[in-house]
Every structure is written in structure tokens, then in C-alpha cells.
């Protein structure tokens, strides 16, 4: 995938004055981006936030810093929840960065990536393991690898 691929960020307000934000303790050795999918953690890793693998669920929501490498719980991570009220802004693409933006993708349910750089993504060949819905578009129709606005499916957060 290009260099076309933004960090996963905040939208909307969607009625809000500000954008919630949580704070909650690292799991070891987590080195994601800020954008990241983060879930609760497992193994050694309970009662901490790590970055999502391939098809994630219980998502918690998007990191607002880099993963900083430490100990279990020795660092913090703040973050914006994947709570109903919240939309989100990201890079629709099909890992090639070349998909080109149509109006039918607006309200489309498609699954969630992340690209050789660590930078995570809306996939739209991925319509099996859906993970977020499309609620609008910043970038203009025809556009590649364009940035949407987006909700997680309340289905697939650790706040169902």
C-alpha cells in the first residue's frame, strides 16, 4: 500500500463539546501508532490496552499516542472510545491505494487493516469481518485512498 494512507483520527463531534478521551495503563512492548485499533489486553497484558490484530473485536477505540515500548503497565495510553456517539475519520482503501471513492460506499459496512507501516485503515474489500460503517465523506467522490467518517459497529466494541 502508498504513502496515500492516513492515521485513523476523530470526526465529528456528533453533539459533544469536545471529543471524549480515556486514559488506561500499556501492555509490554507495544509499539503502535497513534490511529492505532487498540482492545483490551490478554495473557500479561490484563487490565492494559494493546494494539488489535487482524479482525479485532471488543474494540476499544483509536490511540491519540504512540505505544511507548515499556514494561506492562508502566507507561499510559490515551485514547478516544469507540463509544455509539463517536465518529471517526479514516483512509477508505482496498491495500492497494489506488480504490477510488464511490457514492455507494457511504452507509456500506466494511472491515478495518492495517498497512505494512503500521498505519490502520478502512478496508473496503473486506466485507465478511465487518468492523465499521461508513457515515459520510470528507474527500470528494473519485478520490483515492480518500478519508471518510466513520462509526464502529456497536457489535464489535468492548462497550456494547
Known amino acids: 500500500m502508498g504513502t496515500r494512507v492516513r492515521m485513523m483520527a476523530t470526526g465529528a463531534k456528533d453533539g459533544l463539546y469536545s471529543t ?11 509499539t ?9 489486553g490478554s495473557s500479561g497484558n490484563v487490565g492494559t490496552v494493546v494494539e488489535a490484530g487482524t479482525d479485532p473485536t471488543g474494540i476499544l477505540g483509536i490511540a491519540e499516542e504512540d505505544g511507548e515500548n515499556l514494561a506492562v503497565s508502566v507507561a499510559s495510553t490515551r485514547f478516544v472510545p469507540a463509544l455509539p456517539h ?15 471513492l464511490v457514492a455507494g460506499d457511504k ?4 472491515g478495518i487493516a492495517k498497512d505494512a507501516n503500521g498505519i490502520w485503515y478502512i478496508d473496503q474489500s473486506e466485507t465478511s469481518n465487518t468492523r465499521v460503517i461508513i457515515t459520510g465523506f470528507k474527500d470528494a467522490i473519485g478520490t483515492q485512498a480518500a478519508r471518510v467518517y466513520f462509526k464502529f459497529l456497536a457489535s464489535q466494541t468492548a462497550f456494547n
Not at 20 to 30: I, R
Not at 86 to 100: I, K, V
Open 20 to 30: 471524549p478521551s480515556m486514559v488506561q495503563g500499556e501492555g509490554a512492548s507495544q
Open 32 to 40: 503502535f501508532k497513534r490511529g492505532a485499533v487498540l482492545i483490551n
Open 86 to 100: 463517536c465518529t471517526f475519520e479514516g483512509t477508505l482503501d482496498d491495500n492497494t491505494g489506488t480504490y477510488a
Open 107 to 110: 452507509n456500506k459496512l466494511y
